[in-house]
């Protein structure tokens, strides 16, 4: 039997995306980035030093938090302070992966960007709208560094969304919500660049297996709407 999408999309078909610029006053960059019921409101800040394992390499870093508030599910979730779940640092980790593939921290120079990605509302999709929302938020950032002549070229180097593929009653799906994401025989997280390359691939079988054939066209679905994403990017900063 077919699966019916709760929200009437169709199989290949992205929730709504939008991305709410300059949301916040005080950082470098910020987004409030919305897929759906999904809100991620992404900041970017950038600090003049560098870890200590790169000081005076006259190169840079970025990295990435990622944090979930207590009312973003139904339940209310505790906040995490001085012990991070197993989930949050995976995610984080992978959003600050992404992140840091498009730039050339060479010409960053000795700065450090941080991207804060904090979950306000979640319906699945939460660490690959941090990945795409967070990549909005960075470039207003970097934007601004050469806007004010603290940097004679900009540093970015690629373009990078992420979307969510599942595979449900041998039906495959594009950008998951929760009840799809739950119910899930196969879920993958992809992250492309705008090239179209792998960044990262994140798979898992959740009940039995899938196939190389079937991995291909999870692939094939999930470039298509990276595709879609990139091009939202873009419109947001006509």
């Keep these: 039997m077919a699966w019916q999408r709760p929200d009437g999309r169709q199989a ?5 995306v939008s991305f709410e ?21 992404c900041t970017a800040t950038i600090q003049p030093k560098v870890p200590k394992f790169l000081t005076g390499q006259g190169k840079g870093w ?8 207590p009312t973003a599910t139904s339940d209310r979730q505790e906040r995490e302070f001085m012990r991070l779940s197993g989930r949050t640092q995976e995610i984080q980790r992978l959003v600050g992966r992404s992140l840091r ?6 010409a960053l120079g000795e700065r450090t960007i941080i991207i804060d990605t904090d979950v306000l509302q979640a319906d699945a999709g939460t660490r690959t709208m941090a ?31 992420a979307i969510s593929v599942g595979l449900l ?37 959740e009940a039995g297996s899938f196939s190389r054939i079937q991995l291909n066209q999870i692939l094939d679905l999930a470039e298509l709407g990276i595709k879609q994403l990139l091009e939202f990017q873009q419109q947001a900063f006509a």
């Design 62 to 69: 970025l990295t990435a938090e990622y944090r979930m508030l």
């Design 169 to 205: 009653n041998d039906e495959l799906l594009l950008d998951l919500k929760y009840e799809e994401d739950v119910a899930a025989d196969t879920d993958l997280n992809v992250v492309m660049n705008e090239k179209l390359n792998l960044i990262e691939v994140q798979g898992t079988a």
């Design 131 to 161: 990945i795409t929302g967070g990549f909005v938020a960075l470039k207003d950032a970097i934007d601004q560094l050469v806007q004010t002549g603290e940097l004679e070229r900009s540093p970015l180097i690629h373009q990078v969304a």
């Design 21 to 41: 610029r300059q949301f916040t006053r005080f950082a470098a960059g910020s987004v409030l980035a919305r897929c759906g019921d999904t809100q991620v409101l």
């Design 12 to 16: 290949d078909q992205l929730r709504p």
């Design 101 to 106: 593939s498009t730039l050339d921290m060479d």
